[in-house]
């Protein structure tokens, strides 16, 4: 019997062609939305590539608990936790969480998600314009007005 587990995907990873080019696959995937976080681009990245303020996507929780976000929640096999750890830096740069997250048939689900250290996060980063463009591709899997704030985030360049 394969063991199944579930990954809550934010920023790059919600589009399935990077997923897939990270050497990841899925069994099944569903929007869902994470309440009371929100998404922001204050990861401080392992290598800026000489830009400097370039942040990467992370999620943290909101000051009024009145927010949610939208991620692609991806039912894979457990035998990818390795590459996830690797891919998000874990242990070093983000923790891995088990969180709840709520389906579109308003049923809940758990899953991982990793979130930046908070000694790794640095106020005032913003995302590059090629990582909108990659996140653009999910388009299908937010609502309109999520996917319209999302693509007005002020970029780095």
Not at 50 to 59: C, D, F, R, Y
Not at 69 to 88: A, C, N, Q, S, T
Request: aromatic residues 10%; neutral net charge.
């Amino acid at each position: 019997m394969i063991d199944l587990i579930n990954f809550f995907a934010y920023g790059e990873m919600m589009n399935e062609e990077y997923f897939k080019s990270q050497g990841l696959e899925y069994v099944d995937k569903l929007s869902v939305t994470l309440s009371a976080w929100r998404l922001v681009f204050n990861k401080i990245p392992v290598d800026n590539g000489g830009i400097e303020g370039l942040g990467h996507s992370n999620v943290e929780p909101t000051p009024n608990n009145a927010e949610m976000m939208i991620g692609v929640m991806y039912e894979m096999e457990e035998k990818f936790l390795p590459r996830l750890d690797e891919i998000h830096g874990y242990p070093h740069e983000y923790t891995r969480k088990t969180m709840q997250f709520n389906r579109h048939d308003f049923t809940q689900t758990k899953g991982i998600v990793y979130v930046a250290k908070l000694e790794r996060t640095q106020r005032g980063l913003k995302p590059s314009k090629a990582m909108l463009k990659i996140m653009r591709a999910a388009k299908r899997d937010m609502t309109m007005l999520y996917f319209s704030r999302l693509m007005n985030t002020p970029t780095i360049d």
